[in-house]
Structure formats: C-alpha cells, structure tokens
C-alpha cells in the first residue's frame, strides 16, 4: 500500500487535488498535511507531492524572509524527509 503525502492540503491546489486523490486513489494512504497549521511533515509516506508555498501575495503581508522560508526552507524539509525515508 502506498503512503502519500500532499503538503499543501489547505491551499487553493491542495484543497482541490486532495479529494479527487482521495477518491481515484485504491490501496493508498492519502496523508493531506498544512504545514500552516502545525501538521508534521510525516515521513512515513513512500510517495511526496509538495504544494506547500507562498505563491501570491495580494495584500503585499509576506516578507522576503516568508517568502524564503515557504518556498526554499520548507521545500529543503520536505526532501529531507524523503531522503530520510529511502536512506
């Protein structure tokens, strides 16, 4: 059985792709994580979809450092923890 992880889950994408997957996908574990709100980056999952990110600012709040730490921090955590998996 297939674990898959969708970082992201509560975004515009996530919240999208996460009950189609939830209804397509047989023999798998759907593992939908907001990393917003505090949900772990769980690397029990053999398989990563990373949707996770700051990709529109509207209102001009996020700062450079948001910015860095949504898009290239976070995005470095979810591969280590893939790596940790297949290592």
């Known amino acids: 059985m297939s674990k898959v992880l969708v970082t992201g889950a509560s975004g515009f994408v996530g919240k999208n792709l996460v009950p189609y997957l939830a209804q397509n996908l047989y023999n ?20 990563y979809i990373h949707l996770a990110g700051i990709a529109h600012d509207i209102k001009k709040n996020a700062s450079d450092t948001e910015y860095y730490e949504a898009n290239v ?15």
Not at 28 to 47: C, F, H, M, Q
């Open 73 to 87: 921090l976070l995005t470095r955590d979810v591969f280590d923890a893939f790596l940790q998996k297949i290592l």
């Open 28 to 47: 798998s574990e759907l593992i939908p994580t907001s990393i917003r709100y505090g949900d772990p980056i769980i690397s029990k999952a053999n398989v």
